[in-house]
């Protein structure tokens, strides 16, 4: 890597063979295609950072940026809007304009893995641009955590031990000497959603508690 520091991975980037192989299979299927490591997208000077598990096929994959063209990003984008954490017309459209408020969104794996499953080592070799990501913040607030896989590498990344702060929905976990506090969501996918384990109601009571916290209330 040419840049050993750098919060986002290289597109060409080649730490998981696997993902690599997988990345190469989908540039033949689909060339117009992003097909590569996903980067942060955000507000440099964030007080929200929001974690998600991976880029999907038709969603990051596609459009190069997280959340972004399939039904995770509508509810997550819709989300973010009603509680002004972004501006501009969601379009599921990386040209759509949309900024973001005091809020940078990644995922704990930044390439696709076949069948949205990364395997642990994986999730092992991408956490040090997690890393890297969480000490360029300086004002930092809240992190939201969407589902176990992104909640446990969170909790990794902050040599949290899992049982300390175990993974539940709508959970807020206090972080010792640190300036923020993790927060717990079902994953907004439509797998969750289509099932009832996570609504609208339910997503929005996480936001409601972020910027109750965010704001000092």
Known sequence: ???????????????????????????????????????????????????????????????????????????????LAKFGFSEGDYKADPEDGVTLKETMITNAVRCLPPQNKPIGAEIRTCRKFLIRQLDAFSDLRAILCLGRIAHESTLATLGIRQKDAPFVHQARHEIADAPFCLFDSYHCSRYNTNTRRLTTAMFEDVFTDIRRYIDGD
């Not at 540039?27 to 950072?49: E, I, M, Q, R």
């Open 1 to 79: 890597m040419a840049r050993t520091n750098a919060i986002n991975p290289p597109v060409n980037c080649r730490l998981c063979p696997r993902l690599v192989d997988f990345r190469n299979e989908n540039k033949k299927a689909f060339p117009d295609f992003f097909n590569g490591p996903v980067p942060s997208f955000g507000d440099s000077n964030a007080k929200l950072l929001i974690v998600g598990l991976a880029p999907g096929l038709r969603g990051a994959n596609r459009t190069g940026r997280p959340f972004t063209g399939d039904y995770a990003g509508d509810l997550l984008y819709a989300t």
